[in-house]
């Protein structure tokens, strides 16, 4: 089945903007559905955004939408995150998670393939 490796994480400031990546290997990519989630210290871990596979559905959290676009290349069997408009409130752990065939649902129960998470921490 697929593996997840997430990268593009760090530091940034208030108001800036972060892509993230999560490249798959060891699996059929376009038939997996990919999400986003976000874990804060102290703090359950929380949706983001999910695409279908094929993209037919996108998906976004109401306290991120506008802000973030999930997008995904099936060539280069990696989905991506791009962030702007960063706060404070943004950082925290970002997963990526996968699940074949799926619906795109806000719930985490539903995405069997982790990724370990990138920290993105937002300065004020």
């Known amino acids: 089945q697929v593996q997840l490796v997430e990268s593009g994480g760090g530091l940034v400031q208030t108001g800036g903007s972060r892509r993230l990546s999560c490249a798959a290997s060891g699996g059929t990519f376009s038939e997996y559905t990919m999400a986003w989630f976000r874990q804060a210290p102290r703090r359950e871990r929380e949706f983001v955004a999910a695409i279908t596979w094929g993209a037919h559905s996108i998906y976004y959290s109401d306290s991120m939408k506008g802000r973030f676009t999930i997008s995904r290349d099936d060539a280069k069997n990696t989905a991506f995150l791009q962030m702007t408009s960063l706060k404070p409130e943004d950082t925290a752990v970002y997963y990526c998670?996968?699940?074949?065939w799926g619906s795109g649902n806000d719930w985490s129960g539903e995405y069997d393939i982790w990724g370990q998470g990138t920290q993105v921490t937002v300065s004020s």
């Open positions: 998670a996968a699940h074949r």
